[in-house]
């Protein structure tokens, strides 16, 4: 403070801090009242949703458990094993993808370009004509339309489509 002020206003000053101080405490101690109140209102709903979450945890597990056992149980019937004769003679495209995609595992990713390539591998000699990419890829587009397979990445005018084998 400074010495220039009469002893009545050093009073006030201080009766103005004092005042203020005291104003501050009281609205510290209720927000604090209130911020307790909402503590334990959070706590408790807290302790609800953990419960719930367990408990919606364990029937998800428990019928993932009885989906995967019914899926071992009723295995999907096979497609009949055609000879590449078979194939080759009837020319059929999507016999020849559902061939090759037979033998990708599950969690590899394709595009229509590395299934042309296969087809070309496997029954380039035999066929009249190379195969078309693009009638790959529509095919390709067709199944996971129908939910044979199942679209990892969109494709651009830059970048093949992606697809994966449903498990």
Not at 53 to 78: D, I, N, V
Not at 125 to 141: E, F, G, Y
């Amino acid at each position: 403070m400074s010495l220039n002020l009469s002893i009545a206003q050093m009073l006030a000053n201080l009766e103005t801090k004092v005042a203020l101080h005291r104003e501050r405490k009281q609205f510290h101690a209720e927000q604090e009242a209130i911020h307790r109140e909402q503590t334990a209102i959070h706590a408790a709903e807290l302790d609800n949703a953990l419960a719930r979450l367990e408990a919606f945890r364990s029937a998800a597990e428990a019928a993932g458990e009885l989906l995967e056992h019914a899926k071992l149980a009723a295995a999907p019937p096979s497609l009949p094993d055609l000879g590449d004769a078979d194939l080759i003679r009837k020319r059929s495209l999507s016999r020849m993808v559902a061939r090759v995609l037979e033998g990708l595992s599950p969690d590899q990713t394709f595009g229509a370009k590395t299934v042309t390539r296969e087809i070309q591998e496997r029954w380039g000699a035999k066929l009249r004509r190379r195969p078309d990419p693009r009638s790959v890829a529509a095919t390709l587009r067709r199944w996971a339309l129908a939910g044979r397979i199942h679209q990892v990445r969109e494709g651009r005018s830059y970048y093949e489509s992606l697809y994966r084998k449903v498990a």
